[in-house]
């Protein structure tokens, strides 16, 4: 079986205000043409195909024509598409029935009642895919993986064909890099899961969550795609594309290949991974060419703040290059005082702050202890927002 793997598609982000729409629509119609290339039996869009639960129309058209351009590049290809944590479980699932004459899976939520026969996708003669969508832990079933497994094992007995897992989760030890908000135990408003839970048996585990393309395990039999372009700064550095996997039969191991994708407007920092002077950072923003489409995030380390009219200076800078400056990110100079009475923080740094590190300054500021169960408590009430938003 030939799957080409994908995630975390963020249709519909706005980046400081500016519009990722036509760089989005060519990473698709790239998507369309790998397609095209590498003829899989199955592509899976392991989650977070948009940005908001509240996508604009024009963003859910994007979608729709993408799935009509990748549907026509392979018309045998089956598409299994699952619903992350920014996406609607219930709005995922409105059309699924129209979508399936293309030979669309959209499964949108889970829970206790579900019926785990509707879960598992046969991929005629090639494999079966076990699409789990993104659910509270609360809701997903109880033993949900093994009994998945289970129901597939009975239908694969005499035939021995691969098995493959799509979910949209956060794994212990998995490199979050790039995302907004990050504790040990819990990324983004998801609890983290123990890799252990895929022991079963499944041939290969396509997640969908964390952006940095990663494998979990040292026979990459359990991995992130990531996101095929950045959709923040901060995760600049990670690989960015597909994965193209590769499982001849059950238990036999598969093949990964990275599969890049070019971003036509791509993010760039300055300094690439470090913070300068303002008199260095607008003189690196001067040398940089006047012809490579881009967005820029100045990079800049200050006494206090900013000089008066930095932002202006850097616009007028930019003004007839094709790049275009979209934020000046300050970190105090020495500023190691966070976590302390009294510190103060740039705007940039405020923002990189999670409600664990607010809430244990606050709590010892007025000279009080912030524990574990203080912090396991906040942990509880972010997952529950993020539960709301949908």
């Not at 060519?26 to 199955?42: C, S, T, W, Y």
């Not at 699409?131 to 094992?153: G, T």
């Not at 590769?246 to 993010?267: A, F, R």
Request: hydrophobic share 35%; glycine share 6%; net charge negative.
């Amino acid at each position: 079986m030939k799957i080409l793997h994908t995630s975390d598609w963020h249709l519909g982000h706005i980046l400081y205000n500016d519009s990722q729409e036509e760089a989005q629509k060519d990473m698709l119609r790239q998507i369309a043409n790998i397609v095209n290339e590498k003829k899989p039996d199955v592509l899976i869009i392991a989650g977070d195909v948009y940005d908001s639960t509240q996508p604009s129309t024009s963003v859910q058209q994007m979608f729709a024509d993408a799935m009509v351009n990748i549907h026509q590049a392979c018309n045998e290809m089956t598409i299994v598409c699952i619903a992350g944590n920014h996406d609607s479980g219930s709005k995922h699932m409105i059309f699924h029935t129209p979508w399936k004459a293309l030979n669309v899976h959209m499964i949108g939520s889970i829970n206790n009642e579900s019926d785990l026969n509707d879960y598992i996708i046969e991929i005629e003669g090639k494999g079966f895919v076990v699409a789990v969508p993104y659910a509270a832990d609360r809701f997903l079933p109880d033993d949900v993986w093994n009994r998945l497994y289970s129901i597939v094992d009975e239908r694969n007995r005499d035939r021995q064909l691969p098995v493959v897992l799509t979910s949209h989760l956060a794994i212990l030890g998995s490199d979050w890099g790039g995302h907004d908000f990050s504790s040990d135990k819990s990324i983004g408003g998801l609890n983290c899961m123990d890799s252990s839970i895929f022991d079963k048996g499944y041939d290969y585990v396509a997640l969908g969550h964390i952006h940095r393309q990663q494998d979990l395990n040292e026979d990459c039999r359990i991995c992130y795609a990531g996101t095929p372009v950045a959709v923040s700064f901060d995760e600049v550095a990670n690989g960015h594309g597909l994965l193209f996997v590769e499982c001849d039969k059950h238990g036999e191991g598969t093949k990964v290949t990275p599969i890049s994708i070019n971003n036509i407007n791509p993010l760039v920092n300055i300094p690439a991974d470090k913070f300068a002077d303002w008199d260095k950072a607008r003189q690196l923003l001067r040398n940089y060419p006047d012809d490579v489409p881009s967005l820029i995030r100045l990079n800049v380390e200050v006494e206090a703040y900013l000089p008066a009219g930095a932002n202006d200076e850097g616009q007028l800078i930019v003004k007839d290059k094709a790049c275009k400056l979209t934020y000046i990110n300050t970190k105090r100079k020495d500023s190691n005082q966070q976590g302390k009475s009294g510190a103060t923080f740039t705007t940039s740094e405020f923002k990189k702050l999670n409600v664990a590190d607010v809430a244990k300054m606050w709590i010892e500021s007025k000279g009080e202890k912030f524990d574990d169960v203080i912090k396991e408590m906040l942990e509880e009430v972010q997952s529950r927002l993020s539960d709301n938003n949908e």
